[in-house]
């Protein structure tokens, strides 16, 4: 998983910063620069200045500028360490927009038009250092072995052959994390997927489980009572259908937990297990068995680890699984032990990881195990629209209840306005869902009507104060990003030396003052990506006029089905609405993973 950058002594911080000052770069860089490069980051800097590319936030013509100051003539456009330094900055930005490898055709061309004399010179120095790495996948051929890796996109296939050559394959460039985790992810899946599942309860147990249970709930039991492997497809009323297999499954005698994306997923589904929340009421399962992915892969929460190191348990039931980053899933799945049973479940629907990879998509599409698809529609108006937004289409639906609404602005300013108003006087006085419970989703963080813009509103109508400590009050919501991709919704408690004391779905945190202003952000506001795996009373959706751009049926479906009692969409975009639900799917995302399990498991057909 994404973790924090490592702290540095604060000489090495000093002295980044005086080399900085000296190449006309910003001084702030200095402690992420240190984070990033390590100890000997001046030193570092000093020999290769390009090397600044490798922080957040800059830019190539930054580091160009930063790299003149400091080499004069000798800096040049066709310097080796430039184009090593474009070519790892582009597959960063690749994986931040969601690829784990670029085509290799696409990477040389983006290279061109940084003005790389010599884009392939600079990918194959790139692939020289060990810095990235090149594969040639093949393209789908029946018959053809689907994975070759090689050093570059030149070099000889000792083990190939005639037939080989002329075997069509894409040839894609990849940073190594990210190509060793799908790697990784891939053979594991191709384990669970070939194993037999360990014997535990016995047929006659499984198919009595199954025979209690209703529609597809029945169908998702019997596909675990015999595979390693199953996906599991719907909305959010679908997640009793996982419970039921929780619960189910500790009658059985297995060691079952689930994993949601995050603390209000988990809480969400710790109800669904309680004897009232099941649908058929049962016995409640000792201490709820539902962690957050990442509590249970770090061992703050779940069933620990076994001598070998594996998570102790038989089945796992991962929730909000298209959440599932490449290196995440590839975790998770390294840590379980021969002969357990995993679950993915997920609406296909919603935005996908914020980090690299469609391990989830991926799956679907490969068809490589049994796929249950839920047959439990989310109810009412909600329900509905969500579901009508899933197939391409922006219904009407009918709210006597008010469940839905639609607020028109004509400007961000009015935009607001009106979401401040629904949220501290329409929305509780209205439905009755007071503003702690109510949460604001818009499409970025910057605009006039982006996330913090509506925070510094909401604040002052919810919360007023100085914010002494780092523009923060006690009572503040917050939006807490312990790691990169990974927000925890929390409330300010106070402030001491120690730093900044949240509470995070009833866990005490503390944000070390030097930190604050990296990983907390007011969360009144979230983006959809933040808010995705949680859900709320009551939403609101703010769409001023510049955010068509923004806006996709991925991320529409997103941000709408947060709400389970009341929507009210503050919309300013007119018909770019119905326009990106029917027009604008998903981005797409390059991946291997298709290519690396066809060899390895055949499709379920």
């Known amino acids: 998983m994404p973790t924090a950058p490592a702290a540095v002594p604060p000489e090495a911080v000093d002295a980044v910063r005086r080399l900085l000052a000296e190449g006309g770069a910003p001084e702030p860089l200095a402690p992420q620069a240190a984070a990033v490069l390590g100890a000997d980051a001046d030193d570092r800097l000093r020999s290769d200045p390009w090397l600044l590319l490798r922080v957040s936030g800059v830019r190539p013509e930054h580091a160009d500028g930063f790299a003149r100051a400091l080499l004069g003539a000798e800096c040049g456009p066709g310097d080796e360490r430039r184009g090593r330094a474009f070519t790892l900055w582009l597959l ?3 994986a931040l927009a969601g690829h784990t490898a670029l085509e290799a055709s696409a990477l040389t061309a983006a290279l061109a038009q940084r003005g790389v004399p010599d884009p392939d010179a600079a990918l194959q120095s790139t692939l020289a250092e060990g810095e990235a790495l090149v594969f040639q996948d093949a393209l789908d051929e029946p018959g053809a072995p689907a994975r070759q ?3 570059a ?6 083990a190939g052959g005639e037939a080989d050559e002329e075997r069509p394959v894409r040839v894609l460039v990849g940073l190594e994390r990210y190509a060793l985790a799908e790697e ?18 016995s ?3 499984w198919e009595r489980a199954a025979s209690a249970a209703r529609g597809s709930a029945a169908e998702l039991i019997r596909a675990v009572a015999g595979h390693g492997l199953v996906l599991h497809t719907g909305g959010e009323a679908s997640r009793a259908e996982p419970a039921r297999l929780v619960h189910e499954a500790h009658g059985l005698g297995l060691r079952a937990w689930a994993a949601a994306h995050n603390p209000l997923g988990r809480d969400a589904f710790a109800a669904l297990l309680a004897p009232s929340g099941h649908p058929d009421g049962p016995a409640e399962p000792a201490a709820h068995p539902v962690a957050t992915v990442a509590g249970l892969l770090s061992g703050a929460e779940g069933p620990g680890r076994d001598a070998d190191g594996a998570l102790d348990l038989d089945l796992l039931v991962v929730l909000d699984a298209p959440q599932l980053d490449v290196e995440t899933a590839a975790l998770l799945v390294e840590s379980l032990p021969d002969g357990a049973r995993l679950v993915l479940a997920g609406d296909p629907a919603v935005l996908w990881s914020v980090g690299p990879g469609r391990v989830f998509a991926d799956l679907l599409a490969a068809r490589v195990c049994p796929q249950i698809a839920s047959r439990t529609p989310d109810p009412g ?21 008010k469940e839905v609404v639609i607020v028109p602005v004509r400007d961000a300013g009015e935009a607001v306005h009106r979401t401040v108003q629904l949220v501290a006087d329409s929305v509780p006085r209205a439905i009755g869902v007071p503003a702690g419970q109510t949460v604001v989703i818009t499409p970025g963080h910057g605009g006039s009507a982006g996330t913090r813009a509506l925070n510094t509103a909401l604040k002052e109508r919810l919360n007023p104060g100085p914010g002494r400590f780092g ?3 006690p009572g503040d919501r917050v939006a807490y990003s312990p790691a990169p991709g990974r927000t925890l919704p929390g409330e300010v408690v106070g402030a001491d030396a120690e730093g900044l004391h949240l509470s995070c779905a009833g866990a005490a945190v503390v944000v070390p003052r030097e930190r604050v202003d990296g990983c907390v952000r007011h969360g009144w506001a ?15 959706v703010v769409l001023p006029g510049d955010a068509a751009q923004a806006l996709s049926r991925p991320w529409v479906y997103t941000a709408f089905s947060r709400a389970s009692r009341h929507l009210s969409v503050v919309q300013g975009v007119e018909q770019a609405l119905p326009r990106a639900v029917a027009e604008v799917p998903a981005r797409p995302r390059t991946t291997r993973l298709p290519a690396l399990l066809a060899p390895q498991v055949p499709a379920a057909g």
Do not use: Y
């Not at 979230?526 to 009373?537: E, I, K, V």
């Open 203 to 205: 047929v006659e147990g």
């Open 526 to 540: 979230l983006t959809a990506h933040q808010a995705a795996g949680g859900r709320w009373p009551a939403a609101v």
């Open 149 to 151: 890796r090689a050093a």
């Open 471 to 473: 523009g923060f009050d």
């Open 381 to 401: 108006p909600l329900g509905e629209l969500v579901s009508g937004i899933g197939v391409g289409e922006l219904p009407q639906v009918t709210a006597p209840g």
């Open 153 to 158: 996109p030149d070099e000889e296939d000792d």
């Open 92 to 94: 960063e930005q690749a």
């Open 184 to 201: 990784s992810l891939a053979d594991g899946l191709a384990r669970l997927v070939n194993s037999v599942p360990k014997e535990d309860g």
